[in-house]
Nanobody, 127 residues
Framework: QAQLVESGGGLVQPGGSLRLSCVAS????????IGWFRQAPGKEREGVSC????????YYTDSVKGRFTISRDNAKNTMYLQMNNLKPEDSADYYC????????????????????WGQGTQVTVSS
């Protein structure tokens, strides 16, 4: 059974860091564009960061540029989101996704139609 499983969320103070992980099973993550999305209460799910299957292209939404880094380890079939200098507005449920897209911008533009989704991990940034 193909699935994505996230981990690494939690409660952190403003300015702190977290690293989210997402392990794929049942399929090869290296063959897909991958991305991290987040959804805060009452808001739509938004694309935070995406990376192409070739690792040649990355996308970050403006609010996380310079603070978040997306990466993958194909040997471990795992993707990561390193989040530094966290802010209260980063608080949300974070989801990993995998799909085949025409570009990383397209991958992150919408949460609709993604082939694989994780179950989500909660990130709370609060003092």
């Amino acid at each position: 059974q193909a699935q994505l499983v996230e981990s690494g969320g939690g409660l952190v103070q403003p300015g702190g860091s977290l690293r989210l992980s997402c392990v794929a099973s049942g399929f090869t993550l290296a063959n897909y564009d991958i991305g991290w999305f987040r959804q805060a209460p009452g808001k739509e799910r938004e694309g935070v960061s995406c990376i192409s299957y070739s690792d040649r292209s990355t996308y970050y939404t403006d609010s996380v540029k310079g603070r978040f880094t997306i990466s993958r380890d194909n040997a471990k079939n795992t993707m990561y989101l390193q989040m530094n200098n966290l802010k209260p507005e980063d608080s949300a449920d974070y989801y990993c996704a995998a799909d085949v897209s025409v570009s990383v911008q397209d991958m992150c533009a919408t949460s609709l139609g993604k082939r694989y989704w994780g179950q989500g991990t909660q990130v709370t940034v609060s003092s």
